[in-house]
């Protein structure tokens, strides 16, 4: 089975400012990880996934998660906020393979303020 | 290519109404899923299916019924809907490619049920 635990539903920077979005998972088997984006009125939009290549990985619009097995986590960090990342920001897991169930954690939503 | 095609939009019900809510996907997935978000709780998933053919439950099955009616498409059913359904519901679907294993959302139907 899998869970995901976001630590802290919401989270406020400066413009320019560290972000850093905590992320635990659990799993029964080598874990998928993935964080996803929602903007207001949307659907959700991939930022990075792993699958047991790297453990840093880098996505789009300049965010990277690291995965540490030993400390089951995989948080989400971006060196310096801008206001276009305020929106709500979703991690999940799934065992390996695209067949399994995918499961969310609850969110953070960030705010971003000048 | 659309992607993944959810509709209704918004529907409004009355507690006891029955609907299904309709899911297609053009990218040859073979996994669907079902998902309600609620503030605070995240994405929680209803139902999956990992090819044509299966469905399983997931974490917040009750009230819900599901079809797989081909590959493409996924549909979510509510026999007598009640308040506590109301929520704003994805659908998603994925590839069983390893390497490949991100979720792909529909824009969501925002369901209310009074």
């Known amino acids: 089975a899998q869970s995901v635990t976001q630590l802290g539903s919401h989270v406020s920077v400066s413009e320019g400012a560290l972000v850093l979005l905590r992320c635990n998972y659990s799993?029964?088997?080598?874990?998928?990880l993935f964080w996803y984006v929602q903007y207001p009125n949307q659907g959700l939009q991939l930022l990075l996934k792993y699958t047991s290549a790297a453990t840093l990985v880098k996505g789009i619009n300049g965010f990277e998660a690291e995965f540490k097995k030993s400390e089951t986590s995989f948080h989400l960090t971006k060196p310096s906020a801008h206001m276009s990342d305020a929106a709500e920001y979703f991690c999940?897991?799934?065992?390996?393979?695209?067949?399994?169930?995918?499961?969310f954690g609850a969110g953070t939503r960030l705010a971003v303020h000048p | 290519n659309a992607g993944v095609t959810q509709t209704p939009k918004f529907q409004v019900l009355k507690t006891g109404q029955s609907m299904t809510l309709q899911c297609a996907q053009d990218?040859?997935?073979?996994?669907m899923y079902w998902y309600r978000q609620d503030p605070g709780m995240g994405l929680r998933l209803i139902y999956y299916s990992a090819s044509e053919g299966t469905t399983d439950k997931g974490e917040v099955p009750n009230g819900y019924n599901v079809s797989r009616l081909n590959k493409r498409e996924f549909s979510l059913r509510l026999e007598s809907a009640a308040p506590s359904q109301t929520s704003v519901y994805f659908c998603?679907?994925?590839?069983?490619?390893?390497?490949?294993?991100?979720?792909?959302f529909g824009q969501g139907t925002r369901l209310t049920v009074v």
């Open positions: 999940a897991v799934s065992g390996p393979g695209g067949y399994n169930k995918l499961i």
């Open positions: 990218m040859n997935h073979n996994s």
């Open positions: 998603a679907s994925r590839t069983i490619r390893p390497r490949d294993p991100e979720a792909f």
């Open positions: 799993s029964s088997v080598p874990p998928y």
